[in-house]
């Protein structure tokens, strides 16, 4: 199984990358941090709630959202108007890499 699914629905223009099996929201902080030390991201908006945060990064010149809802995990996404981008699936590659030997339910 692979750790980042690829989820092309397009939902709300977006094509969003899953963290499978990861889901819990310190997984979350450890997202966050991944991306400012090794993309060098910037976080340019915060909003936490009850079940759910949402974050927009910025990396070279780019705004990606990062969103954590209780009940369906860690994703991310580009907000530029393509939905996608070659940073989202370069930063869904590294997860990948560094992620397929970590143990998860």
């Excluded at 750790?3 to 969003?16: P, T």
């Excluded at 340019?44 to 995990?73: A, C, F, P, Y």
Aim: charged share 30%.
């Amino acid at each position: 199984m692979n750790v980042i699914y690829k989820d092309e629905r397009r939902e709300n223009g977006a094509v969003k990358y899953h963290v499978n099996g990861l889901e819990d929201s310190e997984f979350f902080d450890t997202l966050v941090a991944f991306l400012v030390k090794q993309y060098n991201a910037e976080i340019i908006m915060r909003s936490d709630g009850i079940t759910s945060r949402v974050w927009q990064l910025k990396i070279n010149d780019e705004i990606l959202t990062l969103e954590h809802q209780e009940d369906i995990g860690n994703c991310f996404y580009s907000n530029t108007p393509a939905g996608d981008s070659a940073l989202m699936q370069t930063i869904a590659s590294d997860l990948e890499s560094r992620l397929k030997d970590v143990p998860y339910e």
